[in-house]
């Protein structure tokens, strides 16, 4: 089985070059090639139950999850769960999470996360979007990745990746300028049971492919129906 993040490139290339389609038919295409270059892709923190992804996803903030995946190990020997967690002091944390980004502030939200899990909800990780984003270092991008992998809700959690592919490839207006704004964009025009996997597909390919600051369109699946790529091919033909 390929891992989530490996694309099949013998799929590049399989349509006539496109010069002008419909937002629907790059959705289509998009989802066409996504459902065949990675069918799998899914989130690459590495976790066993929600308390651990929730502790993941918020190491996870402006850091690697690859870098994550390195210190959680140990952490989450140390504080196996909420109420562990709840009664360590953030210097204790800290030691775990020192190689992360933001170590500091990361180790008092996690701190103050798990004793709000205790006093609130029971030492359990709650369902719904309201209570997520009450708990300290939780916003609703953090909130819908949950929801989404552990809970299996149709959310969107629109992070830099996400952001920024949806309005290269052109699957959102320009007028979309806040993650809000994309996320329910995004989730109107996906179908509900693919949300899913468009979250990761759209993650992954920005991890790997459309980088931020050197998008890889020469190596890219999805360049004959992505905005900008078109539009490079475009500039490189003007030369
Ligand atoms: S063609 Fe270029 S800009 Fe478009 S998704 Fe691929 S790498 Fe990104």
Not at 99 to 124: C, D, I, R, T, W
Request: proline share 5%.
């Amino acid at each position: 089985m390929r891992s989530p993040h490996q694309i099949d490139h013998s799929l590049k290339h399989n349509q006539p070059f496109l010069t002008s389609m419909t937002k629907k038919e790059r959705y289509t295409r998009l989802i066409e090639y996504f459902q065949k270059a990675m069918p799998d892709a899914n989130t690459e923190l590495r976790f066993n139950n929600p308390f651990e992804l929730l502790v993941a996803v918020m190491l996870s903030a402006q850091c690697t999850d690859k870098r994550v995946n390195m210190v959680t190990p140990a952490l989450f020997k140390a504080f196996p769960n909420a109420k562990k967690m709840s009664e360590a002091t953030k210097e204790e944390v800290l030691e775990y999470v020192k190689s992360v980004s933001y170590p500091n502030s990361k180790a008092e939200h996690l701190v103050k996360m798990a004793q709000m899990l205790v006093e609130e909800f029971q030492g359990e990780v709650p369902d719904n979007l309201d209570d997520l984003v009450k708990l300290p270092g939780v916003g609703r991008k953090t909130a819908n990745v949950m929801l989404s992998v552990v809970f299996n809700q149709a959310t969107m959690a629109v992070d830099t990746h996400v952001f920024r592919l949806s309005h290269r490839i052109g699957l959102v207006s320009e007028k979309c300028t806040t993650p809000l704004a994309v996320e329910k964009e995004l989730v109107k025009n996906f179908p509900e049971e693919l949300i899913f996997r468009a979250h990761h597909w759209l993650i992954l390919h920005g991890r790997y492919v459309c980088k931020s600051q050197r998008p890889l369109c020469g190596e890219c699946g999805i360049i004959d129906f992505c905005k900008e790529g078109l539009q490079r091919q475009k500039n490189v033909k003007k030369k």
